[in-house]
């Protein structure tokens, strides 16, 4: 039987690519979406570009910032977040706000001490490399991560997100 934490299973297959441009991450997403692959199957973790006061856990929706319709202000990344209907922001320690959806973001709630390490290895993970992907998420860039439980499918999502413009895609 899987072990299932609150990230997610955790030994399930996963596949993470990262993005330097919210368009480019838009479209892998509708392109993940477009195999068959359910939301609730699907990740993302960016840095908000506003300096605001958000309470961890709080659903997006601060000044200037609409989900239905993906509109934002300031350079947050609502446009990327419009295409996921779980997206919100968690206020992170260190970090500040972060746009999260999906299976990664119930553990970064769950986690919010350890950051997104923390819930990146709560999503099964391993600590070097969620660091590293923590790193890459706090200078500005976009994780795209998505689970299933055939192999092919990941295969076939890998090269969604390199078509689409990953610079870093792995499987996990």
Do not use: C
Not at 5 to 13: E, R, S
Not at 59 to 71: P, R, S, Y
């Amino acid at each position: 039987m899987p072990k299932f934490t609150i990230g997610g299973a955790k030994d399930m297959p996963k596949v993470l690519g990262l993005f330097n441009d919210q368009e480019a991450a838009k479209s892998a997403i509708s392109s993940i979406k477009d195999l068959g692959i359910s939301e609730d199957k699907i990740s993302l973790v960016a840095k908000n570009g506003e300096d605001q006061d958000i309470e961890a856990g709080a659903e997006m929706g601060a000044e200037g910032q609409n989900l239905v319709d993906g509109t934002t202000t300031g350079g947050a990344i609502g446009g990327v977040a419009g295409v996921l209907a779980s997206a919100g922001l968690l206020a992170i320690p260190g970090l500040g706000p972060v746009l999260a959806a999906g299976p990664i973001a119930a553990g970064l709630t769950g986690a919010a001490a350890g950051g997104v390490t923390g819930g990146l290895v709560d999503y099964g993970i391993d600590q070097q490399e969620g660091e590293r992907y923590a790193g890459e998420v706090e200078g500005g860039n976009i994780l795209v991560a998505v689970e299933d439980t055939e192999q092919e499918k990941i295969n076939d999502i890998a090269a969604k997100l390199k078509d689409a413009g990953s610079y870093d895609v792995a499987t996990h």
